[in-house]
């Protein structure tokens, strides 16, 4: 295999009965399997407490969960360990790597194989819409199972919007209403800084298409197949981009770095509103110092009147091969993936993480237990994912080396907020630099 393509109804998925184990069987008997993941921190050690519960629940498997270091890591670990013949059971592959997973061939068994493979129920419907789209082929089959799934949502400082004169139970809906206000809080100089983002590439661009219902590239966004483009240099996303170059301009808005960078300016309380991942929330709830709120992504009426869902951060479990892999190793990742499943572990597993509730079980379970009501807008990342009808713009981006494009995205917009180049010139750039990378990946997926 290339290493560049590698690299590069509710309850039904509950319902495991062909898969529960006989109490006779011994744990000398059992048949060890092995996760790979990315998770440090309190969420690894949410991990381990997922790994001691499934092998107290059942005598047939015994599963020993790795730390393997960050997202690429562990992509880059499980990708030499398949290589030598030597691949975990099953590997966590964060969302961007989706495209590139699917194009790995024997290295993997997608989770609707193995579902046909094992019994097991595997039930696309039983997931909630955002997170069913992403990791759903264009069939409806799943490709691999969900696992630790957030969005992109809106932080604002309560306090800050007080000062300012803004109404804090009314945060902006739309992106012309958070322009307002940030200007505003910067006139006020309600906090140093008026407004942040996260994530930009994500949430401004990916986020921002999927809920507009635009296209972000041809092929459905890829998921029709490898010979997709991108689509990024059209009107929508050029005035998106001139928007933030017109905030910064004003002193309204400050780019702060890529990726996570900027969440740190929320949570110190210099930023007022930060665009940033719902997971961020354990982070806010340990650092701030002042009121926080959680809310909906800004949306565009004069493009989408009916807003859609958004499209979901984190990660999902794949299934690999390996030389002499047994069908009773298969029926033990069967029998985890299950387990995970039970409306009951996605509900804890979402309060303890942050996480969101990935099965509407779950997400009924989780407001049940009163979570939601005991922790105001926690619910706002799942509400979210659920909006709106799933439409072939807002199921997710299925391009093969996601990644690097997004490194593309970063690097134009960035020469554009230093006034080396316009809006347009940014977008074109990086369509044009993003499709060699695509027409790269396709040559090589294709041997």
């Known amino acids: 295999m290339d290493r560049r393509v590698l690299l590069a109804g509710v309850g039904g998925l509950a319902a495991w009965t062909a898969l529960r184990p006989s109490a006779s069987v011994s744990a000398a008997d059992r048949t060890p399997i092995v996760l790979w993941h990315a998770m440090s921190g309190a969420n690894g050690e949410e991990v381990e407490r997922l790994t001691r519960d499934f092998n107290a629940s059942q005598s047939e498997v015994t599963l020993e969960a790795v730390f393997k270091g960050t997202y690429p890591e562990t992509l880059t670990a499980a990708i030499a360990a398949y ?17 590139t997973m699917l194009q790995a061939g024997p290295a993997i068994k997608p989770a609707w ?39 992109a949502v809106m932080w604002y400082n309560r306090d800050a919007f007080e000062k300012a004169g803004l109404d804090p139970d009314k945060p902006p809906a739309t992106y012309d209403d958070f322009a307002k206000a940030a200007r505003t809080l910067a006139s006020k100089a309600a906090t140093p800084i008026a407004s942040t983002s996260a994530w930009m590439t994500w949430i401004q661009f990916e986020e921002y298409a999927a809920i507009q219902n635009l296209a972000y590239a041809t092929e459905n966004d890829g998921y029709n197949g490898l010979g997709a483009e991108l689509l990024i240099n059209t009107k929508p996303f050029v005035d998106q981009l001139q928007r933030f170059l017109d905030l910064s301009k004003d002193g309204a808005f400050k780019y702060a770095g890529r990726d996570g960078a900027p969440d740190a300016v929320f949570y110190s309380g210099q930023a007022a509103i930060g665009f940033g991942s719902s997971s961020g929330r354990a982070d806010i709830v340990k650092n701030a110092k002042f009121r ?54 996605v509900a804890l597993y979402a309060q303890n993480t942050g996480y969101v509730p990935v099965t509407l079980a779950g997400y009924e379970a989780t407001k049940q237990a009163g979570y939601f009501d005991r922790n105001p807008g926690t619910d706002v990342p799942a509400r979210q994912l659920s909006r709106g009808e799933l439409t072939p713009n807002s199921r997710g981006l299925r391009l093969g080396r996601l990644p690097e494009i997004r490194a593309i995205l970063y ?23 993003g499709n060699r990378v695509l027409r790269d990946f396709q040559k090589s997926a294709r041997g």
Request: no cysteine.
């Open 292 to 345: 926080y709120a959680e809310a909906f992504l800004p949306t565009e009426p004069a493009l989408n009147p009916r807003p859609n869902n958004s499209i979901i951060g984190g990660a999902s479990l794949w299934a690999m091969t390996a030389p002499k892999r047994s069908e009773a190793e298969y029926k033990g990742v069967a029998a985890f993936y299950a387990f995970l499943a039970k409306p009951e572990q």
């Open 83 to 99: 290589r030598a013949g030597k691949a975990p059971h099953v590997v966590q592959i964060f969302e961007v790597g989706t495209g």
């Open 113 to 151: 194989k193995l579902a046909e493979e094992t019994g097991l129920a595997l039930d696309p419907k039983a997931y909630i819409p955002g997170v069913r789209g992403y990791y759903s082929l264009p069939d409806g089959k799943l490709a691999s199972m969900p696992f630790n799934s957030s969005t």
């Open 411 to 433: 690097e134009e917009i960035e020469k554009a907020l230093q006034g080396q180049q316009t809006a347009q010139s940014a977008m074109d750039g990086a369509v044009a630099r």
